[in-house]
């Protein structure tokens, strides 16, 4: 990475730690991504991206609030970009994946809460993430209690809006929804000094719906045998859709698909025909949390879906763009966030159908279920999609694990005695 310290300064952040984060990471792209065979041209791309993670990205972000824009962190999918992007906002995924900063946040929140609650918050406490620097307010959301509490902690360190997010898909809970997405918009309103209007929401629609296109178009790639491109490579394109410059993410995503095509027609892929096709269902593997991939690659399997808001969540649904008027747009807006299928609803029927659904479309011989400890809904909901999973004779693996390499092992074994069983 070029030399970015004086930028990070300004910052305001902790230089040091922040050196040693960048050198344990350089280390693990080098050995997880770096290392595997066959892959992709267009991959360079995101190996670049990630290359200048906490670099020119964050430039770019530094050049767009000088000319006057904002920067909106947020943690979930409920919260809607269009809206930020309508109002001269860049909206950013800040959910942590790294182990590193977990002493930080427990001297705020209690240990056994969720790991990515924990990474988030430590992030931002421990000042070595410039997504959260450069972010002038976060917006929250009220899905689970973990996230719903933390929100009271950054609110001491950095602005924090939460959004109320119904837990029920109900009239009254659609309701609520949609009136919060006017009460969102007045809030960004105020921090883009503009108010909104029907053409700055319909440009940010299509800009959106167009990223969703982008990545269905590379998942359904994926539904070939043998997929052309690896399960990690795949899940890295998901984290690096939560940061990048949004046309320039989409261009570069259609453009990989385009030689994943001409791979599957000269039957160029990464893993052998024989090996097992599994899906990655449950939480969302943030970056830079590979391990579950990693380990399930490594043990001579493909992952060829994750049921996840890194994966299908992002993408499945676009928005309506037939809208006439801005009511119509919130109405449109309201519809699709309300129809992703986050273990925080109940009830979630809707969930084990499309995994039973995705199942059948990418050729799965094995589902592993990804809980990270202490993700109650997540966890509860397994035995709800297990026995779908049983009833249509897909086996299935419950992995609960957090962001240490304590388990890696442990987890290896599981995963290899499990791909024997689907041999
Ligand atoms: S839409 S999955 S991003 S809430 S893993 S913090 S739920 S205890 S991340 Fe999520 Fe939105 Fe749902 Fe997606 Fe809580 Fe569970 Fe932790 Fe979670």
Known sequence: MNNYDEMWKSLNMDLDTHCKLLDVLGQVYA????????????????????GEVHGLRIKELLEHKAKGGFIAGAFCLFV????????GGIPIGLCGGADLTTAKAEEFLPRNICP???SSVGFKLARICPYFESSDFLIG???????????????????????????????????????????????????????????????????????????????????HQPSPISGKDALLISQVAFYDDIPRFTASV??????????????????ARTAP????????SVVPNWKLHHIIETSGASVVVEEACTGTRYFETLVDESSASLNE?????????????????????????????????????????NTLQFCHTYNIEYTRVEKALKEAGIPVLRIETDYTAEDAGQIQTRIEAFLEQIR
């Open 31 to 50: 050995d997880i991504y770096l290392n595997q065979d066959n892959r992709p041209e267009g991959m360079e791309y995101f190996d670049f991206v990630v």
């Open 80 to 87: 809607p970009d269009e809206l930020i992007l309508a109002t």
């Open 116 to 118: 990515l609650i924990k």
């Open 141 to 223: 959301e009220t899905t689970c209690d973990g996230k719903k509490k933390a929100w009271e902690v950054l609110n001491n360190f950095i602005p924090t809006q939460v959004m109320h997010v119904p837990h029920m898909k109900t009239e009254s809970g659609k309701r609520v929804y949609r009136m919060e997405l006017e009460r969102l918009m007045g809030k960004l309103e105020e921090a883009g000094k503009t108010k909104i209007g029907f053409e700055q929401v319909k440009k940010a629609i299509e800009l959106m719906n167009n990223k969703r296109r982008a990545l269905a178009g590379l998942y359904e790639t994926r539904k």
């Open 254 to 271: 259609n453009k990989l698909t385009g030689e994943l095509n001409k791979r599957i027609e000269k039957g160029i892929s990464p893993f």
């Open 277 to 284: 096709r599994i899906m990655l269902s449950g939480c969302p």
């Open 329 to 369: 747009q919130l109405d449109a807006l309201a519809r699709r966030y309300l129809s992703i299928n986050c273990s925080c609803f109940t009830p979630n029927n809707e969930r084990t159908r499309q995994i039973l659904d995705y199942a059948r479309e990418y050729h799965v011989d094995g589902v592993v279920y």
